[in-house]
């Protein structure tokens, strides 16, 4: 599929086909898009366990379901749980990762990217992200009092698994899968997969075919462009030019928004479609 | 593009074409697909200024360098620094702002509805006071937000749908909020520097990654996810693995448009690569 | 003070309004209520005593607590009157009365 039409395909999907199997192949080529994902500061935060729903009991599966996840979690075939190693920003490891880049003329000289500028520079100013003094735990809730990142660790971790998800919900809609980033209880997956406690958790992605239309009532609302972008300074909005808006529609990235006039119909169809209350 | 060729296509561009502008409906085009990314309770957490190199003075441009980002300041026409909004929980669950989950319109929309447990007084009442409520009452708080690092991600992937060069660096929070006047509740998530690629599309090839079975498991960390080869080839030729770096002329290339841009070629820095 | 009349419970109130206010009017109807009454009946509670049960108000704010210990007693109560009737459409009125009012739960999918 074409980009545009990629991002304007994507839904948060709630509603997957529970008897339909995902493929294996599919789900390693959603891995491998997100193995081509930019890291953040050259570090290798990024761990996903693909948890299969049929291989877990049903009381497995009952324990893994939050306040705000519960169907979805029954229906999705496939979780794609996303995690950052803390132990990957490490002076040594983060040394070795741009010395390699800059051995393959990734970073080069014109940069600033030599050996001797690294000792001087950059490696210290890595170094103290991760001292930084302001530490916050790696997991919340009750596995809250195990090990500590710095904030400044734990902002790049973050942003490393936000660009990841981002790979695999457009490499899902690219295979014809639906996704949806959602909750699910890490600390009962911690303790039922052995997760290390150096993993810092994050969303999990259901995936699976979806069981609703592919539009699934419309593309979702936001708030004002113009209060999200700005242009040279906060204050001073991006200006919307409709005509990139228009050809942007063309492409199929921006698409009809929701509600559609049916959805309401929809949504309990598909109640009775999977036994669920409306 | 396909979207596989420009997953493929991802890489740290390093040499830019200063003098050539990119075009305005381009940059929108990256605001616009970063504000279409996945959201938690549908709340605008990403938020993005675009500055232009020839908009800015050279004492601006040094207050935004890190040791990692100082030469590509200088040379991409195009920088959209990214940020998280570490206010925006806040505004949508007391303010009730933006068409968020706190606000109903999720529900009222069909988007979340009964067949998943959810009514307008489950959000309003339950939901918002004990879920999305509890730890707004110890402020903004640092320590990033995956969802600011969605919509940044969607964004870098319209560039390259675009043909343009992208690539991510850090920069300097203090000196930024001078230039750019940022709120204290934004927290920056990277710098996005973006314009023509003064170097071939396949920059030096795609980059080292470490084992594909390190990163990726099944059911439990320790049963590697096993690359199925057939797979692998499958995906090279859809252009989403594509050649590894080094390619063969990265050497003579990169010395090339150091010359062309002026900047140090590394024949003269002991230990220069 | 007099229990009103099932049907003029202010959750059986709140039931209807809500699933009007999404499903339009007419998306409610007495077979509804039908339901629910054979539910309340096996479970010896009125309709409003069943949401109070499981939601407590706050103290200090207008917002609701869930008991979690009530929901889970109920939402297994739904399940038993499922089997008992062998009709997951039954047990889904039920459902979904408790959803309209505030109490969030779902059956397992049909596959």
């Known amino acids: ?278 | 593009m396909e979207f596989k060729k420009a997953v493929g296509g991802v890489r740290t561009y390093q040499y830019f074409e200063p003098w050539h502008p990119v075009e305005r409906g381009k940059v929108q085009t990256i605001l616009e697909a970063g504000r279409l990314a996945s959201r938690a309770v549908n709340t605008a957490f990403s938020k993005a200024i675009v500055a232009y190199r020839d908009s800015l003075s050279v004492e601006e441009r040094e207050l935004f360098k890190t040791p990692l980002s100082a030469a590509l300041f200088d040379v991409a026409p195009v920088v959209i620094f990214w940020y998280y909004d570490m206010d925006a929980r806040r505004q949508a669950v007391e303010e009730k702002k933006w068409p968020t989950v706190a606000s109903g319109t999720l529900v009222g929309i069909g988007a979340l509805g009964p067949p998943h447990g959810w009514s307008h007084r489950y959000v309003q009442q339950v939901v918002l006071p004990e879920v999305l409520t509890p730890g707004l009452e110890a402020g903004p708080q640092r320590g990033g937000n995956p969802d600011a690092g969605v919509g940044m991600a969607q964004g870098l992937l319209a560039a390259l749908d675009e043909g343009l060069a992208v690539c991510l660096a850090p920069f300097d929070e203090e000196g930024a909020r001078k230039v750019l006047r940022t709120p204290e509740t934004w927290e920056p998530v990277t710098a996005m520097f973006v314009g023509y690629p003064a170097e071939s599309v396949e920059a030096a090839g795609q980059e080292p990654r470490p084992d594909f079975e390190s990163m990726f498991f099944e059911q439990s960390p320790d049963q590697p996810f096993v690359r199925d080869d057939a797979v692998t080839a499958r995906l090279r030729e859809q252009g989403l693995i594509q050649r590894a770096a080094p390619v063969p002329w990265r050497r003579p290339e990169a010395r090339a448009l150091s010359r062309m841009l002026e900047l140090p070629t590394g024949d003269d820095v002991a230990g220069g690569n | 003070m007099s229990t009103p009349s099932f049907g003029n419970q202010e959750s059986v109130r709140r039931w209807f309004d809500s699933r009007a206010g999404l499903w339009g009017p007419g998306s409610s109807d007495d077979g509804l209520l039908d339901w629910l009454e054979q539910f309340c009946t096996k479970v010896e509670r009125q309709p409003n005593e069943l949401i109070d049960e499981c939601l407590r108000a706050a103290t200090d704010s207008d917002s609701l607590v869930l008991r979690t210990r009530a929901r889970r007693r109920y939402i297994d109560a739904i399940a038993q009157f499922e089997l008992d009737n062998a009709s997951r459409d039954a047990a889904n009125v039920v459902r979904s009365f408790f959803i309209h009012n505030g109490v969030a739960m779902n059956p397992t999918v049909l596959r």
């Open chain 1, 1 to 278: 599929m074409e980009v545009k039409s990629v991002i304007g395909t994507r839904r948060s999907i709630r509603f997957f086909e529970p008897w339909r199997e995902v493929e294996r192949e599919k789900i390693q080529a959603i891995l491998e898009a997100t193995y081509r994902a930019p890291r953040m500061l050259e570090t290798d935060f990024l761990r996903i366990v693909v948890m299969y729903r049929d291989r877990l009991s049903e009381e497995e599966l009952a324990t893994l379901q939050t306040p705000t996840t519960t169907a979805q979690l029954d229906m999705a075939p496939v979780v794609l749980i996303f995690y950052a190693e803390s132990e990957a920003f490490e002076a040594s490891k983060l040394e070795a990762n741009h010395q390699a880049l800059m051995d393959l003329g990734v970073l080069n000289p014109s940069h600033g990217w030599t050996k001797e500028r690294y000792a001087s520079s950059v490696g210290p100013y890595l170094q103290g992200l991760a001292d930084d003094a302001d530490r916050v735990p790696i997991s919340f809730g009750r596995d809250a009092g195990g090990p500590t990142v710095s904030r400044e660790v734990m902002r790049l971790a973050r942003t490393a698994i936000g660009v990841a998800q981002t790979f695999a919900l457009l490499a899902a809609v690219d295979e014809g899968l639906s996704a949806q980033l959602s909750a699910i209880n890490t600390t009962t997956v911690k303790a039922m997969m052995g997760i290390p406690d150096s993993w810092i958790p994050s969303s999990p992605m259901l995936l699976g075919y979806h069981g609703e239309s592919r539009a699934a009532g419309g593309q979702r609302p936001r708030e004002a462009f113009e209060e999200d972008f700005f242009e040279l300074r906060y204050g001073h909005p991006f200006y919307r030019e409709p005509a990139v808006v228009e050809h942007l529609r063309e492409c199929d990235m921006i698409q009809p928004g929701a509600p559609f006039p049916w959805r309401m119909t929809e949504v309990r169809a598909l109640a009775r479609k999977f036994g669920l209350p409306d």
